[in-house]
T-cell receptor, first 116, second 114 residues
Framework: NAGVMQNPRHLVRRRGQEARLRCSPMKGHSHVYWYRQLPEEGLKFMVY????????ESGMPKERFSAEFPKEGPSILRIQQVVRGDSAAYFC??????????????FGDGTRLSIL | AQSVTQLDSQVPVFEEAPVELRCNYSSSVSVYLFWYVQYPNQGLQLLLKYLSGSTLVKGINGFEAEFNKSQTSFHLRKPSVHISDTAEYFC????????????FGQGTRLTINP
């Protein structure tokens, strides 16, 4: 059973470009969470999505960031007009149920975004 | 809102020695507690979790943690560490009701010296 798949593993962008990060949840999981890890910091929650719905985006920056989880295909975290401060590791996690604490979130290996 | 404080940013330990990584949390509502481990350039792997019941929780790789409600702590322990335990360890909480988003501490870098 494949785990949470994130791609690309490493992404380099120049300031002002767009970054698209993809996350395919574990099979049977319909809940996706995105977290950001800045250098020397812990992970910070960004957004929680179910298929075709954004449930909680309280951790998303107000501008330039968006996320989606379409009916078919992976979840996408999109960052427009990237700036140096966007350099971080972005992690995706999935779970089968919203309150499935007996089956906690499973994390992908992350996408390391570097802004030149 | 919930918050997590990991009191030590770095912990160096000799191989086969015991180790304790400290975690304190703050919350006005009931929470679940987790410890995750992150190896270099990898994602997070769940070590153990506390949901309810016995306050002593055993996890993978010989780790255990004790939930102390009065001290709002969830310290991680291992009686004898191995070189392969070198990694970053994160304590996290989530509300027991509602959205399952995790609130993480800053992490503790555990370094095992031979």
């Amino acid at each position: 059973n494949a785990g949470v798949m994130q791609n690309p593993r490493h992404l380099v962008r120049r300031r002002g470009q767009e970054a698209r990060l993809r996350c395919s949840p574990m099979k049977g999981h319909s809940h996706v969470y995105w977290y950001r890890q800045l250098p020397e910091e812990g992970l910070k929650f960004m957004v929680y999505l179910q298929k075709e719905n954004i449930i909680d985006e309280s951790g998303m920056p107000k501008e330039r960031f968006s996320a989606e989880f379409p009916k078919e295909g992976p979840s996408i975290l999109r960052i427009q007009q990237v700036v140096r401060g966007d350099s971080a590791a972005y992690f995706c996690a999935s779970s089968p149920f919203p309150r499935g604490h007996n089956q906690p979130q499973h994390f992908g290996d992350g996408t390391r975004l570097s802004i030149l | 809102a919930q918050s997590v404080t990991q009191l030590d940013s770095q912990v160096p330990v000799f191989e086969e020695a015991p180790v304790e990584l400290r975690c304190n949390y703050s919350s006005s509502v009931s929470v679940y507690l987790f410890w995750y481990v992150q190896y270099p350039n990898q994602g997070l792997q769940l070590l153990l979790k506390y949901l309810s019941g016995s306050t002593l929780v055993k996890g993978i790789n010989g780790f255990e943690a004790e939930f102390n409600k009065s001290q709002t702590s969830f310290h991680l322990r291992k009686p004898s560490v191995h070189i392969s335990d070198t990694a970053e360890y994160f304590c996290a909480v989530s509300k027991s009701q509602g959205a399952q988003k995790l609130v993480f501490g800053q992490g503790t870098r555990l370094t095992i010296n031979p």
